[in-house]
């Protein structure tokens, strides 16, 4: 006769039978994703999991967010409404929580600070558990997962992602050392009957809305954004018949930083056929220093030779536009409020994204950069009072992703010399001058 083991779990581990993998199997793994849309119970197994390890051994955790601007950000509500619920021992600090007995310590912790990545004491920690994981930045990320190097340590990420090419989903995509749950409400048997009832009524408003809050779908499914990831899959798989380029066709963008916290973005684009530009070189860097970024720029102009140079000529990177102007005269300064061309557009950013989204859908653009195709994906447009196109303000989308689109905005810049000002300025040197208005203020 077999005998099956019968696991009795504590109540504190009431959590989604999808999610005992992550129990049973978390000595097997150095990487956890799970993910899916709201009410799953992602959060509070976490949660309840880790109060349980904390209760039968030593263990050093860090709660971690991309930014954390208080403490009530951060996951200590779900911490604190479990140890009540529970009787258990805690000393609870402003920041952290200790264990009275086995001295195991959670700390809470926002990782950009002033825009800069902040990696102060996660040495030796053993469990990293990094919630909204999908607003974590690839730069963040790159230095994190280097940081926790305790042996048997673990990092745990949570999170409904906004776009496909997510960083941390690409992050543990196929590593044979991350267990993915997917989950999502109806796995969760815990669930409240409200619950239900509120995702069935946002199913019947909105069903885009419905597959990502819900669901977890990324985001880029949704109509509301302005190319989706079936054009842009299409874009990044483009092969073409010959591999040979017009190289006396070329335009040069470059996208300058607005903050510390981004990057200047430089790419070029050649023309392959009697159509089709593709997106031969992409490039960026971070240094704040503006006589760096001079040099760099006209380094890469001298190495690619573009007929056209369109770059960033606003806020901060007028004076720098100014500077780059005196050594190659004919560079076009690009003003995103300035008067668009298009009858469709509110301004010239929503022209250059509107010339970037027609050459996408009629096959005439081939991207090679990941990262401009994840940012691309969550571009949205915003249609006006007056008919008019808008693209959402760069401010929001650095507010929701926690950065700026530097590289969707060169690819932008690019298409707008493309489809606007290429061939008038190789006629005429002067109309290069004159996208720049003697009214402009160049740090509004």
Known sequence: MNKSKIFILPEILNIPPKLYPFIFKFNNYSYFLLEGGRASGKTQSVARFLLYIMENRRVRICCGREIQNSIDESVKTVFLDLIDNYKLVYDIKKDSLIHKTTGSKIFFKGF???GKVNIKGLEGVDILWI??????????????????????????????RYTRFDSVYNFCAKRDDCLHINICYFDNPYVD??????????????????NHIWLGYPLSNNNEYLISSEILDRALNLSLVEDKYYCDNSVMSVDLSASGADLCVAKLFVKANQNIWVEKSTTSWSQADTDITKGKIVSLYSDWNPRLLIMDADGLGYPIWVSIQKIIQSTIGFRG????????????????????KDYLEKGYLKL??????????????????????A?????????????????????????????YCLNSVVVNSYQAESFVDSEFEPFD
Do not use: W
């Open 112 to 114: 950009r600070e002033q």
């Open 131 to 160: 919630d909204e994981a999908q607003s974590i930045t690839k730069p963040t990320l790159d230095i994190i997962v280097p940081t926790i190097r305790k042996k048997n340590s673990v990092i745990i990420f949570t999170m409904n």
């Open 193 to 210: 009957e409200k619950i239900i009832k509120e995702a069935q009524v946002s199913k019947s408003a909105n069903l885009n809305d419905y």
């Open 337 to 356: 409020a300035k008067k668009p061309f298009s009858k469709y557009a509110l301004n010239a950013r929503a022209d250059g994204y509107l010339a970037l």
């Open 368 to 389: 090679n950069d990941k990262n401009t195709i994840r940012q691309l994906e969550y571009i949205k447009k915003i249609y006006k009072p007056n008919g008019l196109v």
């Open 391 to 419: 693209i959402q303000d760069k401010k929001e989308l650095r507010k929701l992703h926690n950065e700026s689109p530097d590289y969707a905005d060169c690819a932008m810049m690019a298409l707008y010399g493309i489809n």
